[in-house]
C-alpha cells in the first residue's frame, strides 16, 4: 500500500520524539486535528495548515504531501494540491 500523507506526518513526529500534543500545539493546531491528519481523515486541509505541520517536522511542504503529487494534471483529492501547484507556477 502507497505511503500517505498521514503515515509521512506519523513517521516524521516519531522521529522526532514528539507527543501529538506537543507537536500539534508547536503548531497551534488541537491535538484532535493532528490525531485526523495523521490518520488521513482530513479531506480538504489548509495549506496553511499544512505549512504549520511541515515546519513543526522540520520537513518541505513537497515532502509532506509528497512530491509525486505536485505533478501538474495529476488528480488528487483536496483543493490544497491545487494551490501549491498553481503558486509553484506564480514562484517560475
Request: with cysteine; net charge positive.
Amino acid at each position: 500500500m502507497a505511503e500517505t500523507m498521514g503515515d509521512r506526518i506519523r513517521k516524521a513526529r516519531i522521529k522526532l520524539k514528539m507527543k501529538q500534543e506537543d507537536a500539534a500545539g508547536e503548531a497551534d493546531l488541537s491535538r484532535v486535528t493532528w490525531s485526523h491528519l495523521e490518520n488521513d481523515e482530513v479531506d480538504d486541509p489548509r495549506l496553511s495548515t499544512l505549512q504549520r505541520v511541515a515546519h513543526v517536522l522540520k520537513m518541505s511542504l513537497e515532502a509532506l504531501i509528497g512530491e509525486k503529487n505536485l505533478l501538474p494534471g495529476r488528480k488528487c483529492k483536496g483543493a490544497f494540491i491545487d494551490k501549491v501547484v498553481e503558486k509553484r507556477k506564480l514562484v517560475s
